[in-house]
Nanobody, 119 residues
């Protein structure tokens, strides 16, 4: 199983910034895409940003212009730079990787990291 380890969440005031990191580890795998999802209390998990190995990056409309996703392919790591944070960005953020591992393709998820934005 490919494992994802996240870091970088925390508490920040509105207008502040945070940077999330997620590193994938395991043996004999390739990454097709990596991304970030979030889930706020009482809401469904939603896509925040996603980057494919072909270089296609997508963002949900509510974070466009504020969040930037980047990848270090050599380190199998994805970052999410979050600027101008708003209280509505408060959620648990989950890293996701679409991987091919020993010939099998599946989604791997991180444990989640809490982001809290105070007004």
């Amino acid at each position: 199983q490919v494992q994802l380890v996240e870091s970088g969440g925390g508490l920040v005031q509105a207008g502040g910034s945070l940077r999330l990191s997620c590193a994938a580890s395991g043996a004999q795998f390739s990454i097709n895409a990596m991304g970030w999802y979030r889930q706020a209390p009482g809401k469904q998990r939603e896509l925040v940003a996603r980057s494919t190995s072909a270089g296609v990056t997508t963002y949900t409309d509510s974070v466009k212009g504020r969040f930037t996703v980047s990848r270090d392919n050599a380190e199998n790591t994805i970052y999410l730079q979050m600027n101008n944070l708003k209280p509505e960005d408060t959620a648990v953020y989950y890293c996701n990787a679409d991987v091919t591992h020993w010939g099998l393709r599946y989604d791997s998820w991180g444990q989640g990291t809490q982001v809290t934005v105070s007004s």
